[in-house]
C-alpha cells in the first residue's frame, strides 16, 4: 500500500479527542481503516480534506496534547451501593463493536446493545442499515384491495438521456491497475480442461452430515480444489513461483489466494501454509473470509502475499472464462458452473457432473507442457480423490 483516500473525518478542527479515539476514516487499495488518536488533546488542524489522497507517511492532521480537557474531579457517586453491580453488569453486557460503529452509533444516538452484528463484532454497517431499518416507514396494518393496482411508475422522459459520473473507489481504482499491468507485464497464455466431479460429489452426499456435526462447517467443493492445487504445485513448482528481476523464485511454501467478491471489489484473502490445512480448517476458514468480506473487517494481513490464486465463477453461473493473474503471482485457477452433459465412459455415453477449468499462466517461467501436465494433475485429483490421501 503507498497512498489512501481521506473517506470521512470523524472529528472536526477544535475537537476534544480521547486517546484511542477515531479521528478519519481512510480508503485504501484493499480494506478501509480508521486513524485512531495515539494521545489526548485538540484537533487544532486538519490537513487534508476528504476526498483527497495522501501518500503513506503524509501528516493527516495535527492533535495539542496541551489543549486536552482537564478530567472533570471526582465525585461522590449519587446511586446507592446496591445500583452499582447493576451497572457493572450491563458494561460486561455491551457488544463488541468497531470505533467508526461507535462513532456511528453515538451519532444517531443508537444503543450497540440493539443492533444485530453481522460478525464478530458491530460494524459501522450494522448500525447504519439499523439506523435505516428504523427510519423506513411501518407497512400498513392492511393491504390494499387485489383490485386496485399499484400505481405505476412516472414513463422516462423521451429523449431523457442522463449520465452519472462517480469517483473510482481506491479498491476498483487499483483492480483496474493491476488488471491492465497484469496484462502488460505477463507473458498470459490459458489452457482449458474438464473435469468430472462425481467421485467428489459422492464423498459429499455420504460424509456431509457427520462433517458437519464434528466441525461445525459444510463440507464445500473448494477445499477439494484447495488440497488439489498444493499437490499439483509440489509436482510443478514452477506454478508457484514469481520473477524478481533476472531471478525466478521458487516458493516452498504454499499461500493459497482465495478470490472473493465483496461490495467495493474482488478481494483475496490468503490461506496460509494451505498444504498443512486439514478440509475442516481450509472449510472453516474460506466461509470466515466470505463474512467478512461482507461486512468489511478483512485486515491487510489477511490480504498480503500469496503464491496461487483460485477463482469460482462458477458460484455466479459462469460455465466458461479466462482468469487473469494476480501478478506477481504466475498461476490461477478458474473454477466453473456443474453442469450434467453427456461423456463417453468405458465405451459407453452417460450423463455425469462436469465443469471446465481454466488455468491461466505466465509463459515466462512456465513452458505449456507444464501448465497442461498441472491441471491435468488437478483434474486426476478431482476425479479420484484417493490420490490426495495417498500423495498427502
Known sequence: MVEARIARWLKKEGDQVALGEALVELETEKIDLEVSADRAGQLT???????????????????????????????????????????????????????????????????LAAVPASGPRVTKQ?????????????????????????????????????????????????????????????????????VDMTAVMDIRARRKEAFTKKHGVNLGLTSFFVKAVV????????????????????????????????EGGLVV????????????????????????AGNGSLTLEDLKGGTFTITNGGVFGSMMSTPILNPPQVGIL?????????????????????????LSYDHRIVDGREAVQFLVKIKDYIEDPAWLLIEG
Open 126 to 194: 450494522d448500525v447504519r442499515e439499523f439506523v435505516a431499518a428504523a427510519a423506513a416507514p411501518a407497512a400498513p396494518a392492511r393491504t390494499a384491495p387485489a383490485a386496485v393496482a399499484a400505481p405505476r411508475p412516472a414513463p422516462a422522459v423521451p429523449g431523457d438521456r442522463t449520465e452519472e459520473r462517480v469517483r473510482m473507489t481506491k479498491r476498483r481504482a487499483t483492480i483496474a491497475r493491476r488488471l491492465v499491468e497484469a496484462q502488460r507485464t505477463a507473458a498470459m497464455l490459458t489452457t482449458f480442461n474438464e
Open 269 to 292: 484473502p490468503v490461506l496460509r501454509d494451505a498444504d498443512r490445512l486439514g478440509f475442516a480448517d481450509i472449510e472453516l476458514g474460506i466461509r470466515d473470509f466470505a463474512a467478512r
Open 231 to 262: 499437490g499439483a504445485l509440489k509436482a510443478f513448482p514452477a506454478l508457484n513461483a514469481e520473477i524478481q528481476g533476472d531471478e525466478i523464485v521458487y516458493k516452498r511454501y504454499f499461500d493459497i489466494g482465495m478470490a472473493v467478491g465483496a
Open 45 to 111: 488542524s486538519i490537513k487534508h480534506p476528504e476526498g483527497a489522497d495522501v501518500k503513506v507517511g503524509e501528516v493527516l492532521a495535527l492533535l495539542d496534547p496541551s489543549k486536552a480537557a482537564a478530567a472533570p474531579a471526582a465525585q461522590a457517586p449519587a446511586a446507592t451501593p446496591a445500583a452499582a453491580p447493576a451497572a457493572v453488569a450491563a458494561d460486561a453486557a455491551a457488544p463488541k463493536a468497531t470505533p467508526a460503529a461507535k462513532n456511528v452509533a453515538k451519532e444517531h444516538a443508537v444503543s
Open 334 to 358: 478458474g473454477l466453473h458452473k456443474i453442469a450434467d452433459r453427456a461423456v463417453p465412459v468405458n465405451g459407453q455415453v452417460v450423463i455425469r457432473p462436469m465443469m471446465y477449468l481454466a
